[in-house]
């Protein structure tokens, strides 16, 4: 069974930095593909970013340029770090592994940036 592992979320200022982390139990080569998303307070679940397993990255445009995607193969894990921090970047981050014909969710870790 695939298990998905999030950590890092917490309390920062705006202008800050903060690094999450998503443990797979499954080698990151022989998946698809990892995404990171994330739910505002009351509203909607949203996409991140996403990298492939060759490496190809994407991110969504209110990220673009602040956030970076990158995965460590060896340790079976995927990062998000996010500088620069907005008090709209505030929410529950979920990762998520798409993996042969279906995605699996973490349990999602809470990032709040106060203003």
């Known amino acids: 069974q695939v298990q998905l592992v999030e950590s890092g979320g917490g309390l920062v200022q705006a202008g800050g930095s903060l690094r999450l982390s998503c443990a797979a139990s499954?080698?990151?080569?022989?998946?698809?593909?990892m995404a990171w998303y994330r739910q505002p307070p009351g509203e909607q679940r949203e996409w991140v970013a996403r990298?492939?397993?060759?490496?190809?990255?994407n991110y969504a445009d209110s990220v673009k340029g602040r956030f970076t995607i990158s995965t460590d193969n060896a340790k079976n894990t995927v990062y998000l770090q996010m500088n620069s921090l907005k008090p709209e970047d505030t929410g529950v981050y979920y990762c998520?592994?798409?993996?042969?014909?279906?995605?699996?969710w973490g349990q999602g870790t809470l990032v709040t940036v106060s203003s």
């Open positions: 990298i492939t397993r060759s490496g190809t990255t």
């Open positions: 499954v080698p990151l080569l022989s998946i698809k593909a």
């Open positions: 998520n592994l798409e993996y042969i014909l279906e995605n699996y």
